[in-house]
């Protein structure tokens, strides 16, 4: 069984930073793609960044300059540095990987932590 949990959400003001993470735990043998996903109120889910097992990475277009995604392998945790944060980036966020395990490769997401920006 393998599980992502994400934490480090919350509560800022615009123009504040917060930097959610999300460790993945279970009978893994490798993770390739680590990435963030969000849903606000009433839309549908949307990319936020993705980086590769090599550290490539690729964001949406309005989170390019502001946000940072980054991951350590030895921890099977990925990051999302989130600086500049508006009222538009107000979401559940989700972590999203592609593992490996001894019997299949699959998606897997997280259940998502909240963050809101404050005006």
């Known amino acids: 069984q393998v599980q992502l949990v994400e934490s480090g959400g919350g509560l800022v003001q615009s123009g504040g930073s917060l930097r959610p993470s999300c460790a993945a735990s279970g009978s893994i043998v490798r993770i390739n793609y680590m990435g963030w996903y969000r849903q606000a109120p009433g839309k549908q889910r949307e990319l936020v960044a993705v980086?590769?097992?090599?550290?490539?990475?690729n964001y949406a277009d309005s989170m390019k300059g502001r946000f940072t995604i980054s991951r350590d392998n030895a921890k099977n945790t990925v990051y999302l540095q989130m600086n500049s944060l508006k009222p538009e980036d107000t979401a559940v966020y989700y972590c999203?990987?592609?593992?490996?395990?001894?019997?299949?490769?699959?998606?897997?997401w997280g259940k998502g932590t909240l963050v809101t920006v404050s005006s």
């Open positions: 980086i590769s097992s090599g550290g490539s990475t």
């Open positions: 999203n990987a592609g593992i490996n395990t001894a019997v299949s490769l699959r998606d897997y």
